[in-house]
Nanobody, 124 residues
Framework: QLVDSGGGLVQAGDSLRLSCSAS????????IAWFRQAPGREREFVAG????????DYADAVKGRFTISRDNSRNMVSLQMNSLKLEDTAVYYC???????????????????WGQGTRVTVSS
């Protein structure tokens, strides 16, 4: 079971750091991604990191502002979000794949486990 946390209400331009950990299993050595879903919209890919952290992928909308990273010593993956915009408002989900390598990291069906979601609200 994945546990994502760190969401909240912030103003435009602020920063937040989301965290993803696992209950009863490790996230170390497995690909992890963050997705988000805004009201009335489909779930969309935000960022992904490979099992060993040697590659990261980002949606165009967040490149240069968000950073995904993993800390194996803490069995955790984080998403640092800077310069938040109104359009970043959404529920954010971490997702874990049991595959060694994810062929298409932006596709939700590549991931078998999902967190419960953490809400990020950006106000003006």
């Amino acid at each position: 079971q994945l546990v994502d946390s760190g969401g909240g209400l912030v103003q435009a331009g602020d920063s937040l750091r989301l965290s993803c950990s696992a209950s009863g299993r490790t996230v170390n050595g497995l690909p992890i991604a963050w997705f988000r879903q805004a009201p009335g919209r489909e779930r969309e890919f935000v960022a992904g990191i490979t099992w060993n952290g040697d590659r990261t992928d980002y949606a165009d909308a967040v490149k240069g502002r968000f950073t995904i990273s993993r800390d194996n010593s803490r069995n955790m993956v984080s998403l640092q979000m800077n310069s938040l915009k109104l359009e970043d408002t959404a529920v954010y989900y971490c997702a874990l794949s049991l595959k060694d390598n994810v062929a298409n990291p932006i596709q939700p069906n590549e991931y078998e486990y999902w967190g419960q979601g953490t809400r990020v609200t950006v106000s003006s």
